[in-house]
């Protein structure tokens, strides 16, 4: 059974683009999350989804983050326009919900210049 | 809001030595569910194990847990320390469908 999938593994973009970047959860699994992962702050929660519907959408992360889960199986981290800050790696999550595990992907990073 | 704190960044401990990672967490829940993630140099985060049953170990691979409410800590421990253990170390509180992370521990093993 394939495990979580992000693409791509690798992004540079330059201050003020747009990026996208794609996520493939577990198949079957009800929730999907979108995490920021960094030195400093550790993982921080970006975007939840359960069952499709947007359950959080991360705070202070709402202005220039926006996450989508097209179908089931696909949801987009879309982040516009890019700041220097933004450099961190993106890790998206699926779980069958309910406290059950949650697996990782391997992350996308995203260094921003 | 809900929150889970970590108080050390780096423990670095000599192989053989017991391990111990604090982890104590705030919740308005009384029945709390927190997890311990480990993540490998360049690997993604895994469960390492959890728990929701108050003063009940819980061990896995070789480390063990127990949650107390009554102190709200969940701290991870291991008798003696592997040089394969070095790695970051997150505790994780459940909270509303989502995983609230604490900061992390690394630790780091020397022989």
């Known amino acids: 059974d394939a495990g979580v999938t992000q693409t791509p593994r690798h992004e540079v973009a330059e201050k003020g683009q747009t990026i996208i970047l794609k996520c493939e959860p577990v198949?079957?699994?009800?929730?999907l999350f979108w995490y920021r992962q960094t030195k400093i702050q550790g993982l921080e929660l970006l975007s939840y989804?359960?069952?499709?519907?947007?359950?959080?959408d991360g705070g202070a992360f709402k202005d220039r983050f926006k996450a989508e889960m097209l179908n089931s199986s696909f949801s987009t981290l879309k982040i516009q326009p890019t700041e220097p800050k933004d450099s961190a790696v993106y890790l998206c999550?699926?779980?069958?919900?309910?406290?059950?595990?949650?697996?990782f992907g391997k992350g996308t990073r995203l260094t921003v210049v | 809001g809900d929150s889970v704190t970590q108080t050390e960044g780096l423990v670095t401990l000599t192989e053989g030595l017991p391990v111990m990672l604090n982890c104590t967490y705030q919740?308005?829940?009384?029945?709390?569910?927190l997890f311990w993630y480990v993540q490998h140099l360049n690997e993604s985060p895994r469960l390492l194990l959890k728990?929701?049953?108050?003063?009940k170990r819980t061990e896995h691979q070789g480390f063990h847990a127990t949650l107390h409410k009554s102190s709200s800590s969940f701290h991870l421990q291991k008798s003696s320390a592997q040089l394969s253990d070095s790695a970051l170390y997150y505790c994780?509180?459940?909270?509303?469908?989502?995983?609230?992370f604490g900061q992390g521990t690394k630790l780091s093993i020397k022989p």
């Open positions: 728990s929701f049953t108050d003063n």
């Open positions: 989804f359960r069952s499709k519907s947007l359950m959080e």
């Open positions: 994780a509180l459940h909270n509303q469908g989502k995983l609230i």
């Open positions: 919740t308005i829940y009384s029945n709390p569910f």
């Open positions: 999550a699926s779980s069958l919900g309910g406290g059950a595990e949650v697996f």
């Open positions: 198949s079957g699994h009800n929730d």
